[in-house]
């Protein structure tokens, strides 16, 4: 079952349009958030965000009372939509019975959402760590690794991302990281398997995967297996590109961890809970890692929630010695009961195969034939719902149509095309990333694909 919102309904919150009132408090709040916000990545003083005064399903509506479907589903979180009833009622349920408790006492809400990620989780990730989000979820799993093995460093890959707290995002492989890197903290970077523009010269997948494990394990050989606590790695990376795995790439990563004996973290914070048409994206493979991160996704972002699916041999370490690390609202009772209400409407509704239908019948296939057409499209790769297209100002020579860690006027112009167009687009460098809510409905789909369509004529417009 998909969300039914139909294009032409009147807007609005619950279906509504916004009413003169919504768009004056939208006003203020737009005046307020300049006087007094400080917002994430940005230079405070040019930026110019856009209100929100309502939002329903895969639609948003902006301070003009303006519709845009949501392409971007927010920070790629939203997987059901917004508001769904079902997720907006438990919420209110468990705020009318119990807001908050700490996390050492035991409550229903984290207790049964520990249960269903146990469940959904690979092998034996059995039990759930709970943070606030994505990336002290992969600062505590560091940290549990390094506890575990009793080592210190730490391998991630180039064009990654794993947060923006401070150990998260020295990690991270991305140019986020450039302005951030104060300390290596014994980490280690190494290049990944990223086959339109291969690092190891490869021309076929088979050549990538293989090129790439070795390169990964001469890097292993090289630091000292001995010193290394932990590979971290996105399943199928985000905001860096979502460039999935060559065949046997995963398979290969396991085996390396494994017999090198350092654990294998896979970052799911934005591929799992469905994102990619599977519940976790490490199951299109069938690999177990050892720790897996979570957040986004698993209640859609309602309120904020993150963790770590730790494994029985990890758990092990702590059985008899304390973890030493938490967080006051580890496990927050409002948090759990979304994550528990988000996955029960998942599963009722199908929306991790409709995802996966979405990719493999609508998504995939009509940005293909976009591919044929446009000039300007380097590559486009994904699954489920989440794919990318990589705009280049010259297909032999793939320079992109922005640098690697910049914008340019260029992807400006055909941004703004798309938000002309009422498309909420989510892009990064020379990428528009196509990551609508998992129960988007066919035509809304293929209305946001449309619009792409003739955005993608402005992009035409700079190839040399
Ligand atoms: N890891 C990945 C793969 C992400 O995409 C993100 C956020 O986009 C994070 C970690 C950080 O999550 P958060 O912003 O919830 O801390």
Redesign the pocket.
Known sequence: MTTTIDPAAPAGPHAQAPTEDQLAAGRRAHELDRAHVFHSWQAQGPFDPMTVVAAEGSYVWDGEGRRYLDFSSQ?VNTNIGHQHPAVVAAIQEQAAKLCTIAPQHVNDARSEAARLIAELTPADLDHVFFTN????A?EHAIRMARLHTGRTKVLSAYRS????TQL?VNVTGDPRRFPNDYSAEGVVHFMPAYQYRSYFGATTEAEETERALRHLEDLIVLEGPTNIAALIL?TVP??AGIYGPPAGYLEGVRELTARYGIVYIA?E??AGFGRTGRWFAVDHWGVAPDLITF??GVNSGYVPL?GVAISQAIFETFRDRAYPGGLTYSGHPLACAAAVATIGAMREEGMVDNADRLGAEVIGPALRELALRHPSVGDVRGMGCFWAVELVRNRETKEPLAAYGGSSPEMNAVIAALKADGVLPFANFNRIHIVPPLNTADADVRRGLEALDRALSVADGFVD
């Open positions: 920070l989000g994505g990336a002290d992969n991302y794993h947060g923006g998260a996105e985000g905001t970052d914070v934005m957040a986004k993150g």
